[in-house]
């Protein structure tokens, strides 16, 4: 499991391009036939994704985590962004379509993931933070979900937000996870930007193709930094972050959050005009 070190908003105004990559942008996480992990000290987040092929893969603990199994003290949800699949917790199993979450509380101890077709294989998201108490497994579909519709198409921020698991939805310790759509036609994420000390958050970029890009948009909102990010690659953004970008198009991306506290709208707002 590679470990991802945080810096501060002192150590970032003095990075270069290649370390900012390096220290907030995760570019190799889905790998066919495989599980990968990265543990970010930031909030003890772990990120990760599970591709299986014709054979399941099955949820290891990694000596990092010093547990004898990978939920023993920890949360996890699951959001699939590739073809049909299905993940099975303690001998139950669970089917996810596209963009279908999982919920997979504390004390777990056997978790599958497989693909329904290895041509077609699922891409599951990972995302996982500790956790001090035990919530039911629980499977949120994407048809279920009724969108928040927000922006404007004179804005070029028309989108679709979609909240599995929240105070509202799913019940967990600290994580907060969902996705947003951007309609055609609009490219700008998270505009009117914000920030959020009580909770860091970690942002998955996908549905780009292979010469697409979103330019995200980091840093204190009067010392601005940007990243280009291409398909399935993520970034860790701190609590004293902004996080908004633009795309060469539209595109969807999985927000995910834990810290403090679980209220969605618990944000900082800042002016577009206030930006530097």
């Given at each position: 499991?590679?470990?991802?070190?945080?810096?501060?908003?002192?150590?970032?105004?003095?990075?270069?391009?290649?370390?900012?990559?390096?220290?907030?942008?995760?570019?190799?996480?889905?790998?066919?036939?495989?599980?990968?992990?990265?543990?970010?000290?930031?909030?003890?987040t772990v990120l990760g994704?599970?591709?299986?092929?014709?054979?399941?893969?099955?949820?290891?603990?990694?000596?990092?985590?010093?547990?004898?199994?990978?939920?023993?003290?920890?949360?996890?949800?699951?959001?699939?962004?590739?073809?049909?699949?299905?993940?099975?917790?303690?001998?139950?199993?669970?089917?996810?379509?596209?963009?279908?979450?999982?919920?997979?509380?504390?004390?777990?101890?056997?978790?599958?993931?497989?693909?329904?077709?290895?041509?077609?294989?699922?891409?599951?998201?990972?995302?996982?933070?500790?956790?001090?108490?035990?919530?039911?497994?629980?499977?949120?579909?994407?048809?279920?979900?009724?969108?928040?519709?927000?922006?404007?198409?004179?804005?070029?921020?028309?989108?679709?937000?979609?909240?599995?698991?929240?105070?509202?939805?799913?019940?967990?310790?600290?994580?907060?996870?969902?996705?947003?759509?951007?309609?055609?036609?609009?490219?700008?994420?998270?505009?009117?930007?914000?920030?959020?000390?009580?909770?860091?958050?970690?942002?998955?970029?996908?549905?780009?193709?292979?010469?697409?890009?979103?330019?995200?948009?980091?840093?204190?909102?009067?010392?601005?930094?940007?990243?280009?990010?291409?398909?399935?690659?993520?970034?860790?953004?701190?609590?004293?972050?902004?996080?908004?970008?633009?795309?060469?198009?539209?595109?969807?991306?999985?927000?995910?959050?834990?810290?403090?506290?679980?209220?969605?709208?618990?944000?900082?707002?800042?002016?577009?005009?206030?930006l530097l």
């Open positions: 499991m590679r470990i991802l070190e945080m810096a501060d908003r002192v150590r970032y105004s003095r990075m270069t391009t290649p370390e900012l990559r390096e220290t907030f942008l995760v570019t190799d996480l889905f790998v066919p036939g495989k599980i990968a992990m990265v543990y970010v000290d930031l909030d003890r994704s599970a591709v299986p092929l014709k054979e399941p893969l099955k949820l290891e603990t990694a000596p990092e985590l010093r547990a004898e199994y990978f939920t023993e003290r920890r949360e996890l949800g699951v959001l699939n962004i590739g073809g049909a699949g299905s993940v099975t917790v303690g001998g139950k199993k669970y089917a996810l379509g596209y963009l279908d979450c999982l919920y997979i509380g504390r004390g777990n101890k056997d978790v599958l993931f497989a693909s329904d077709d290895a041509g077609k294989p699922a891409e599951f998201y990972l995302l996982s933070y500790p956790a001090h108490k035990e919530h039911p497994v629980a499977l949120s579909k994407r048809a279920e979900l009724e969108p928040v519709k927000l922006g404007a198409p004179e804005t070029i921020n028309k989108r679709e937000i979609r909240k599995h698991i929240w105070m509202g939805g799913v019940q967990s310790c600290q994580l907060v996870m969902g996705f947003t759509e951007l309609a055609e036609g609009s490219s700008w994420n998270t505009m009117p930007p914000h920030t959020h000390m009580r909770r860091s958050e970690v942002y998955l970029y996908f549905g780009l193709g292979e010469n697409d890009r979103v330019v995200h948009l980091m840093g204190p909102p009067q010392e601005t930094r940007h990243l280009l990010v291409a398909n399935k690659q993520v970034i860790v953004s701190p609590g004293w972050s902004i996080h908004a970008g633009v795309g060469t198009r539209n595109y969807t991306f999985c927000w995910g959050m834990g810290g403090e506290n679980q209220a969605y709208d618990d944000m900082d707002p800042v002016k577009v005009n206030e």
